[in-house]
């Protein structure tokens, strides 16, 4: 009896396996949903010996359709009934497998659920109750659980393949746009414009069209044919010019919608004779609700056109629509340039009467030039018909009061001009008279149009210019506060280094004067950021681990943004290396950070964080701006009131800020844009108004970085000197006084002097010099003169040139430079090397 029982239950775990086998190896093989669901239904069937299967699928508006099934359904089953058992599981939520007993048969619903969502129920049914027993049961929602992560797998995969289908369509019509905007922008007229237009469409062979088109101008006589591309002359003598609603073209202004013929029909009013089988697809230029033309395209008989094909027509239409807009904009500008000019070279003051109901009695030539009427135009006219609709109430005013008899000051208005432009206007005016009743009144007046224009744009100017020189004096400001920083460190680092050289390393002090050393090193990296800002300070590119910057800057961060708001760091341990400038990169957090958290008046939360990504080309198809390749990602997210898409069009343009006056320069965003640019990297803004601002920065990873490279560097000995003369000449006493000292120290024979003159001096009296060290700046002249002066006595003297502004000097033969500030061992191999060129 136990044998026999031993022998089901292995039979049934057998089954099960087998089951799970055929269930794993569909979740490989499927290539969709069903597929895989009627994989796993026939595998229920076939190996795991159950009579019936089906899976029915719950969509996420909660709509329950029978996806799959496999075998025989048994007798007694209702599949709505069943439909609505899934149904109730979706809706409560329920994720255990559920047993139901109906007419005979013993059925298992197995709720697949991936994450929150229930994907849908898979139904196993069999008869009797002693196919399987409990164990076997309880086991199966382990044994299907991969199902759902396998449809949640599947339906992702085709989503991202649809959406690549979509972008790389959208890509290819952008890219075709900008090749018909670039060839319109490079023509002058507006004939050339339409003319190589058409040629750059007719080249792109993806859209399947006849190599034959055409473009029509809106008239006062209707369509005229304005550019083409393939017709012939029958052609064009049929279709010089088109009535509104005549053939296709006609029929597509006259609508203002597009028009299609997949072949040639009754529709077809002027064919030529020679004229094969073709479509015709015609498209109204439209600027805004005015008709400017048609777009006629010539298709291959019978294509249909599809969504893509449609989209990018429209586009090369509207495209049109612009730069037509743009050519007559310039052509009525060139006209109303004219009319100004004739104006202003024949006419002084503009003259009117009127009676006293507004209607002209008399106007002068000036009056007629300045608006552009004609006397029989003013006939019909009153004085309230040229009045701008600003001016109209303050006119009548001034006009009832003088119908009154009170007296009238000098004021100003506003005329329109026949073709509708407004004239700014100053005068007077004054009653006629006839036997002691007003009869007419009478002004004059000047045209101050252009002076008010210029004196709007005088205040525009200004304004610009006090911002400009403002910015020039903060970045003269930064740099010179850099260069005496400069000074002030080399002193304090060289001295410090000096005196760590006689102090024993277990003593409290040495530890102390390597603060100070570290302190000298951050100041010097503060230094470099001023001369970033003031855009004199060129990039020092070198390995570095992104997590260790971040780490040193988050202190000096959490100072910065105030105690309302709290910095998240979430760092990638094992961080790639790049190759990067630190003080740019220090430079980027710091402004970012600044704009988050002027974005969370209230407080919020900025979060830092640094990733490994590698972009296949795949990837780069849905990512702005990127390439393929490893790289570090940076990316600073705030809690925040959000940008709106116009706002983010702007944010990297200098002087570009949503801030209020006094409180943003508009420099912030554009210098991270530069340094992230000059550091061969792109960045990445996502933001809505309310959901906070996201930046993603994408730096490309160092190719080879040896370990030693990523490490600080020990420095390593420096030769002594030999007795060999080194004349330093530096105007700033603490940095002469420790550089001085320091190649004494180490066997140099060193001779100091604070100006050119001074050096001068002492070289008359040396009768050999092994090395020039000078300032590049100095109070009486430069270091390059100095030297060139030098070696009329000495002609291959070495150089040192330095300097605390990051100016490197022109090359020169056998001329070194050293960046302020510098240490003592930094000093001593620049020394070293330039005595020694020429081994």
Same mark, same amino acid.
């Given at each position: 009896?136990?044998?026999?029982?031993?022998?089901?239950?292995?039979?049934?775990?057998?089954?099960?396996?087998?089951?799970?086998?055929?269930?794993?190896?569909?979740?490989?093989?499927?290539?969709?949903?069903?597929?895989?669901?009627?994989?796993?239904?026939?595998?229920?069937?076939?190996?795991?010996?159950?009579?019936?299967?089906?899976?029915?699928?719950?969509?996420?508006?909660?709509?329950?359709?029978?996806?799959?099934?496999?075998?025989?359904?048994?007798?007694?089953?209702?599949? *709505?009934?069943?439909?609505?058992?899934?149904?109730?599981?979706?809706?409560?939520?329920?994720?255990?497998?559920?047993?139901?007993?109906?007419?005979?048969?013993?059925?298992?619903?197995?709720?697949?659920?991936?994450?929150?969502?229930?994907?849908?129920?898979?139904?196993?049914?069999?008869?009797?109750?002693?196919?399987?027993? +409990?164990?076997?049961?309880? %086991?199966?929602?382990?044994?299907?659980?991969?199902?759902?992560?396998?449809?949640?797998?599947?339906? +992702?995969?085709?989503?991202?393949?649809?959406?690549?289908?979509?972008?790389?369509?959208?890509?290819?019509?952008?890219?075709?746009?900008?090749?018909?905007?670039?060839?319109?922008?490079?023509?002058?007229?507006?004939?050339?414009?339409?003319?190589?237009?058409?040629?750059?469409?007719?080249?792109?062979?993806?859209?399947?069209?006849?190599?034959?088109?055409?473009?029509?101008?809106?008239?006062?006589?209707?369509?005229?044919?304005?550019?083409?591309?393939?017709?012939?002359?029958?052609?064009?003598?049929?279709?010089?010019? %088109?009535?509104?609603?005549?053939?296709?073209?006609?029929?597509?202004?006259?609508?203002?919608?597009?028009?299609?013929?997949?072949?040639?029909?009754?529709?077809?009013?002027?064919?030529?004779?020679?004229?094969?089988?073709?479509?015709?697809?015609?498209?109204?230029?439209?600027?805004?609700?005015?008709?400017?033309?048609?777009?006629?395209?010539?298709?291959?008989?019978?294509?249909?056109?599809?969504?893509?094909?449609?989209?990018?027509?429209?586009?090369?239409?509207?495209?049109?629509?612009?730069?037509?807009?743009?050519?007559?904009?310039?052509?009525?500008?060139?006209?109303?340039?004219?009319?100004?000019?004739?104006?202003?070279?024949?006419?002084?003051?503009?003259?009117?009467?009127?009676?006293?109901?507004?209607?002209?009695?008399?106007?002068?030539?000036?009056?007629?030039?300045?608006?552009?009427?004609?006397?029989?135009? %003013?006939?019909?006219?009153?004085?309230?018909?040229?009045?701008?609709?600003?001016?109209?109430?303050?006119?009548?005013?001034?006009? *009832?009061?003088?119908?009154?008899?009170?007296?009238?000051?000098?004021?100003?208005?506003?005329?329109?001009?026949?073709?509708?432009?407004?004239?700014?206007?100053?005068?007077?005016?004054?009653?006629?008279?006839?036997?002691?009743?007003?009869?007419?009144?009478?002004a004059m007046f000047r045209d101050v149009t252009k002076r008010k224009e210029a004196e709007r744009q005088a205040r525009k100017?200004?304004?610009?210019?006090?911002?400009?020189?403002?910015?020039?004096?903060?970045?003269?400001?930064?740099?010179?506060?850099?260069?005496?920083?400069?000074?002030?460190?080399?002193?304090?680092?060289?001295?410090?280094?000096?005196?760590?050289?006689?102090?024993?390393?277990?003593?409290?002090?040495?530890?102390t004067l390597r603060r100070i050393l570290a302190a000298c090193k951050r100041g010097a990296s503060l230094a470099r950021q001023?001369?970033?800002?003031?855009?004199?300070?060129?990039?020092?590119?070198?390995?570095?681990?992104?997590?260790?910057?971040?780490?040193?800057?988050?202190?000096?961060?959490?100072?910065?943004?105030?105690?309302?708001?709290?910095?998240?760091?979430?760092?990638?341990?094992?961080?790639?290396?790049?190759?990067?400038?630190?003080?740019?990169?220090?430079?980027?957090?710091?402004?970012?950070?600044?704009?988050?958290?002027?974005?969370?008046?209230?407080?919020?939360?900025?979060?830092?964080?640094?990733?490994?990504?590698?972009?296949?080309?795949?990837?780069?198809?849905?990512?702005?701006?990127?390439t393929p390749g490893r790289f570090v990602r940076l990316s600073v997210s705030d809690t925040g009131v959000g940008m709106d898409?116009?706002?983010?069009?702007?944010?990297?343009?200098?002087?570009?800020?949503?801030? +209020?006056?006094?409180?943003?320069?508009?420099?912030?965003?554009?210098?991270?844009?530069?340094?992230?640019?000059?550091?061969?990297?792109?960045?990445?803004?996502?933001? *809505?108004?309310?959901?906070?601002?996201?930046?993603?920065?994408?730096?490309?990873?160092?190719? *080879?970085?040896?370990?030693?490279?990523?490490?600080?560097?020990?420095?390593?000995?420096?030769?002594?000197?030999?007795?060999?003369?080194?004349?330093?000449?530096?105007?700033?006493?603490?940095?002469?006084?420790?550089?001085?000292?320091?190649?004494?120290?180490?066997?140099?024979?060193?001779?100091?002097?604070?100006? %050119?003159?001074?050096?001068?001096?002492?070289?008359?009296?040396?009768?050999?010099?092994? =090395?020039?060290?000078?300032?590049?700046?100095?109070?009486?002249?430069?270091?390059?003169?100095?030297?060139?002066?030098?070696?009329?006595?000495?002609?291959? =003297?070495?150089?040192?040139?330095?300097?605390?502004?990051?100016?490197?000097?022109?090359?020169?033969?056998?001329?070194?430079?050293?960046?302020?500030?510098?240490?003592?061992?930094?000093?001593?191999?620049?020394?070293?090397?330039?005595?020694?060129?020429?081994?």
């Amino acid at each position: 009896m136990g044998s026999a029982r031993d022998r089901s239950e292995k039979e049934e775990f057998e089954r099960l396996f087998r089951f799970l086998g055929a269930v794993n190896h569909s979740i490989f093989v499927a290539r969709s949903q069903r597929s895989l669901m009627r994989r796993i239904c026939a595998a229920a069937v076939d190996e795991g010996g159950f009579e019936f299967a089906a899976y029915f699928q719950v969509s996420p508006r909660g709509e329950v359709r029978k996806f799959a099934a496999a075998g025989s359904k048994p007798a007694g089953l209702d599949e *709505e009934h069943l439909r609505h058992l899934c149904a109730r599981i979706a809706q409560e939520e329920i994720r255990q497998q559920t047993t139901m007993r109906k007419a005979g048969n013993l059925c298992i619903l197995l709720p697949l659920w991936h994450r929150k969502r229930c994907l849908g129920t898979l139904i196993l049914c069999w008869k009797g109750q002693e196919r399987f027993g +409990r164990k076997s049961i309880e %086991v199966l929602p382990d044994v299907l659980g991969g199902i759902g992560y396998g449809l949640a797998l599947l339906r +992702r995969r085709a989503q991202f393949a649809k959406l690549t289908k979509r972008l790389e369509r959208h890509l290819r019509m952008e890219a075709a746009l900008s090749g018909v905007i670039k060839v319109a922008l490079e023509s002058y007229s507006l004939e050339e414009v339409l003319q190589q237009a058409l040629k750059e469409m007719m080249s792109l062979g993806w859209l399947a069209f006849e190599a034959k088109a055409a473009v029509f101008l809106l008239r006062e006589e209707g369509l005229v044919l304005e550019a083409h591309l393939g017709l012939g002359a029958e052609r064009l003598r049929a279709c010089g010019k %088109v009535a509104l609603g005549e053939c296709l073209c006609g029929e597509a202004a006259k609508r203002r919608q597009p028009v299609l013929s997949l072949q040639v029909g009754k529709e077809h009013k002027r064919l030529s004779d020679d004229e094969r089988d073709h479509g015709d697809y015609c498209v109204p230029i439209m600027r805004g609700e005015e008709l400017l033309g048609v777009l006629h395209l010539y298709l291959k008989a019978g294509h249909k056109m599809d969504e893509g094909q449609v989209s990018f027509v429209k586009g090369v239409s509207d495209v049109l629509a612009a730069l037509i807009a743009r050519v007559r904009a310039e052509e009525a500008a060139q006209k109303v340039a004219t009319l100004y000019r004739d104006i202003l070279e024949s006419t002084t003051d503009l003259v009117q009467s009127v009676d006293m109901n507004g209607r002209f009695l008399y106007v002068n030539r000036a009056w007629l030039n300045a608006l552009g009427y004609t006397e029989e135009d %003013v006939k019909k006219m009153t004085m309230f018909d040229v009045l701008a609709p600003a001016a109209r109430e303050h006119c009548a005013a001034i006009f *009832e009061k003088a119908k009154a008899g009170k007296q009238l000051e000098s004021f100003g208005t506003v005329f329109l001009t026949k073709d509708g432009r407004e004239v700014e206007l100053e005068g007077t005016c004054n009653l006629q008279y006839e036997g002691g009743k007003p009869v007419a009144l009478r002004a004059m007046f000047r045209d101050v149009t252009k002076r008010k224009e210029a004196e709007r744009q005088a205040r525009k100017a200004q304004a610009q210019l006090l911002r400009a020189q403002k910015m020039e004096a903060l970045g003269l400001l930064a740099s010179g506060v850099a260069h005496d920083f400069n000074n002030v460190l080399t002193a304090i680092q060289g001295t410090a280094e000096l005196a760590l050289m006689e102090v024993p390393e277990d003593s409290p002090t040495h530890q102390t004067l390597r603060r100070i050393l570290a302190a000298c090193k951050r100041g010097a990296s503060l230094a470099r950021q001023l001369l970033l800002f003031s855009r004199k300070q060129p990039v020092k590119p070198k390995p570095l681990n992104l997590n260790r910057t971040i780490e040193n800057l988050l202190k000096m961060l959490e100072r910065l943004i105030g105690e309302n708001i709290k910095i998240n760091a979430q760092l990638e341990p094992a961080l790639w290396t790049v190759i990067a400038d630190e003080g740019g990169i220090e430079q980027v957090l710091m402004n970012l950070v600044v704009n988050a958290r002027d974005a969370m008046p209230n407080g919020g939360t900025i979060t830092i964080r640094t990733e490994n990504i590698v972009l296949t080309a795949e990837d780069v198809q849905i990512i702005p701006n990127a390439t393929p390749g490893r790289f570090v990602r940076l990316s600073v997210s705030d809690t925040g009131v959000g940008m709106d898409k116009k706002t983010l069009e702007h944010i990297f343009e200098p002087f570009f800020t949503t801030k +209020r006056e006094g409180k943003g320069t508009g420099l912030g965003l554009a210098v991270v844009y530069g340094v992230v640019r000059q550091h061969n990297g792109w960045i990445n803004v996502y933001s *809505e108004p309310g959901n906070g601002t996201t930046f993603k920065i994408y730096l490309p990873v160092a190719k *080879e970085v040896s370990a030693k490279d990523e490490e600080e560097k020990t420095p390593e000995a420096v030769p002594a000197g030999n007795g060999e003369i080194v004349l330093v000449v530096e105007d700033e006493e603490r940095v002469r006084f420790f550089t001085t000292h320091a190649l004494i120290s180490y066997k140099y024979k060193a001779y100091e002097a604070a100006t %050119v003159k001074d050096a001068l001096k002492v070289s008359e009296k040396l009768q050999k010099l092994d =090395l020039l060290f000078t300032d590049i700046a100095l109070p009486d002249g430069k270091g390059e003169q100095l030297v060139t002066r030098l070696r009329k006595k000495w002609a291959n =003297l070495p150089a040192i040139l330095t300097s605390g502004y990051s100016v490197v000097p022109k090359p020169r033969k056998r001329v070194l430079f050293l960046q302020k500030p510098y240490g003592l061992m930094e000093l001593l191999r620049t020394v070293h090397r330039a005595l020694h060129l020429d081994e």
